[in-house]
């Protein structure tokens, strides 16, 4: 991971594979794609969460994970005090500065809003991490992996404070939608699949696999009221080690997306021809749900008195 930050916003980009010399942040600034040199700097915080270790200590006693006092030249170099880190590091070992760089840019593209086309979504800041909003709809579009990353502070939150005192059945907050609309990723037109987030929430997202999610108006709240509230939590007597590691997240695999959005378009025009027939079968006295298929229509007009 090379890392570098914008000096307006402070936002981290990974510049591994950057095809310019410079990147567009979202706030509009312009990056230099080139990460800073290390620094000679005093390892005083754990790389894992942060947290403050002394200077004899080898196990960070919050979390349990091994101090590096000398990292390797290989790791990230903190875009923010030049101190070098170990592989793998989450905060930096010398100011604690969390890693958190978002998906890369090579220009500054306009997007449009899959929902409402005519109108282009505008970069937000939500405490560090960038998404785009439509100004129409209010939608979200959350670029790469930043719906995880939103959602996994939503869980660090839950766990520091304990879930909510129950009140009652949680009250939602998006529009429930009634019929089924496959949109378009603003990013490269493709259909996106319909996910119920975390296979139980009651919040359909759209992802794309290769560019990100679409939340509309206040589905990002109805998610992390689920998540307050213990929703991705694995249910009494199950192994979580022997599920998924992450309930919510959605592998980054283009070819699966696709497959799995064709099955989707065809289940789904199936189910559209199948009420169509329901509603259109003329015979009296014949119930239109008991036709499934073309021989179960030829069993009925072969048997069908004249």
Not at 113 to 129: E, F, H, K, N
Request: glycine share 10%.
């Amino acid at each position: 991971m090379k890392l570098v930050a914008c000096s307006e916003c402070h936002a981290q980009y990974d510049v591994s594979q950057a095809s310019g010399p410079t990147i567009a942040c979202r706030c509009g600034a312009t990056v230099r794609a080139e990460p800073p040199a290390a620094k000679d700097a005093t390892v005083t915080r754990c790389s894992a969460c942060g947290a403050l270790v002394g200077q004899t200590e080898r196990v960070c006693g919050y979390c349990g994970a091994g101090i590096v006092r000398r990292p390797p030249p290989s790791g990230p170099v903190c875009p923010e005090c030049y101190a070098q880190n170990p592989e793998g590091a989450k905060f930096c070992v010398s100011c604690a500065t969390p890693f958190l760089p978002q998906p890369v840019r090579a220009s500054v593209v306009t997007l449009s809003c899959p929902v409402c086309p005519v109108s282009t979504l505008v970069a937000r800041d939500l405490g560090g991490i960038w998404v785009d909003e439509c100004p129409s709809c209010l939608g979200l579009w959350a670029p790469g992996d930043v719906l995880d990353r939103l959602v996994e502070r939503v869980r660090e939150r839950a766990t520091a404070e304990g879930a909510p005192a129950a009140g009652g059945e949680r009250k939602r907050r998006s529009i429930w939608q009634e019929g089924v609309a496959y949109r378009k990723c603003p990013e490269c037109g493709a259909g996106m699949q319909r996910r119920n987030f975390g296979h139980r929430s009651g919040v359909v997202v759209d992802w794309c696999g290769s560019h990100g999610t679409w939340l509309d108006a206040h589905e990002l709240e109805d998610i992390a009221a689920f998540v307050l509230e213990g929703g991705l939590r694995a249910p009494a007597g199950v192994n979580p080690a022997g599920g998924e590691e992450r309930p919510w997240g959605l592998p980054s695999d283009p070819n699966r997306a696709a497959a799995w959005a064709a099955a989707e378009r065809i289940i789904a025009d199936e189910k559209a021809r199948e009420r169509a027939r329901r509603s259109a079968w003329p015979g009296p006295g014949i119930r239109p749900d008991a036709i499934r298929g073309i021989g179960d229509l030829l069993t009925l007009l072969l048997t069908r008195r004249i």
